[in-house]
């Protein structure tokens, strides 16, 4: 067969590619933009600050349509006692592009970067400090039908199909314990196979004994599974 006969057809192929690409870099560089960018930024704190009835802030919003990637930078949350709760360097998500496509957001993968957490739980019977953040968010609206479509609708079109995770420098604080990790991943093969991987992590608490109160620390170097 004549190779002119592929030579058409590659380079509407090699066009619409180029096109897309273009498209993408375009889209990405607009919503990147400084102007743009302080927009995003004013909404989503204005969002969150409406939801929540505690400090909440973000930054910077980075989206990158080229990679496929989200990621929000700075991210603080108070809880009641105005007490920094949790604070994010970045988190980032990967999201499938071809479902977008379709109105589907499909989570593939996502990473956490120097995050810092309070969790206070005086009792047993009091609740904890995230209480707040749990009942925000499970608020139920019996009153309007149509925002419990709309909802059913919106679950429709998100998924999760992990194939990793990524964490780095994590610090915890709950009530008298103190969890760090330096690393931790989680991976998913095309076979089926998962693999976690912690590193440089550890744990210290007080504990009461007979002679008094004594520090106990536990750690691990590397585990892999």
């Known amino acids: 067969m004549n190779k002119n006969a592929y030579r058409k057809p590659l380079k509407i192929a090699g066009y619409t590619l180029a096109g897309i690409v273009s498209f993408l870099m375009i ?24 939801k929540i009835p505690t400090k909440v802030n973000i930054d910077h919003i980075r989206v990158n349509l080229l990679y496929q990637e989200v990621s929000i930078h700075g991210v603080e949350i108070e809880d009641l006692q105005n007490r920094k709760m949790l604070q994010l360097d ?43 953040l749990i ?10 039908k149509s ?21 780095y420098d994590i610090n915890v604080k709950y009530n008298d314990y103190d969890i760090q990790l330096e690393r931790g991943n989680y991976t998913k093969e095309f076979h089926g196979n998962h693999f976690v991987i912690l590193q440089n992590g550890k744990a ?22």
């Open 90 to 132: 970045k988190v980032s998500a990967d999201i499938k592009f071809l479902p977008l496509l379709s109105g589907k957001i499909v989570l593939e993968g996502g990473d956490v970067e120097g995050l810092k957490a309070l969790i206070v739980k005086p009792s047993k019977e009091e609740p904890a400090n995230y209480q707040f």
């Open 27 to 50: 889209i990405t560089l607009i919503i990147n933009y400084g102007p743009v960018q302080n927009k995003i930024v004013e909404e989503a704190n204005k969002a969150l600050q409406e």
């Open 204 to 225: 210290k608490w007080e504990a009461t004994t007979k002679k008094g109160k004594e520090s106990r620390v536990v750690g691990i170097g590397l585990l892999s599974a």
């Open 135 to 144: 009942d925000v968010f499970q608020k139920k609206d019996n009153k309007d």
């Open 147 to 167: 925002k419990k479509e709309t909802k059913k609708d919106s679950g429709k079109r998100f998924a999760v199909d992990l194939n990793h995770i990524n964490i």
